[in-house]
């Protein structure tokens, strides 16, 4: 459901991160299998990342993003050097299963541009909390 409801609201919110709907061939999205390290950390099973022309203007999508914005957010290009591609944002507004507010988290993510690894991290500076995943991409379109 979250892959249906991502590739929906891609195109749904492309005025809003300004992209075109007719993708060139430069144009891809990753979908990525996460595996849970931990318990704690803002992950789910998947994240979308979709990247414009090559490795750059990135946005994501996952279920932190969707309980947030509902919609896929532009992330911040860290660095696109060398081998791998690093994208980073922040989450106001996540909440405990009890419903108590986390605050902010900052995410961080690492895909091989080559093996589309990826590796994440989350930070909950409320609770010095620092979590980690990692998975496997698979370009979907």
């Known amino acids: 459901m979250l892959k249906k409801t ?4 891609v195109i749904a919110a492309t005025a809003v991160l300004g992209v075109s709907t007719g993708l ?3 144009d891809f999205t990753l979908e990525c299998d996460l595996v849970r390290l931990n ?4 992950f789910g099973e998947k994240i ?3 990247f414009k022309g090559g490795w750059t203007n990135p946005a994501a999508y996952d279920a932190m993003i969707h309980e947030v914005h509902q919609v ?3 992330v911040k290009l860290m660095s696109n050097e060398g081998r791998r591609v690093q ?4 989450l106001i507004g996540l909440k405990y299963r009890q419903g108590y507010s986390i ?3 900052i995410y961080r993510a690492s895909v091989d541009k080559k ?7 989350s930070t909950i500076p409320s609770s010095d909390g620092i979590y980690a995943t990692q998975g496997q991409c698979k370009i979907i379109k």
């Open 6 to 9: 991502f590739l929906s609201c």
């Open 24 to 26: 060139t061939a430069q």
């Open 39 to 42: 318990n704690n950390g803002g």
């Open 48 to 50: 979308f990342v979709s």
């Open 72 to 74: 896929p957010i532009p």
């Open 87 to 90: 994208i980073g944002w922040e």
């Open 103 to 105: 605050g902010r988290v």
């Open 115 to 121: 093996t589309l690894d990826i590796r994440m991290r």
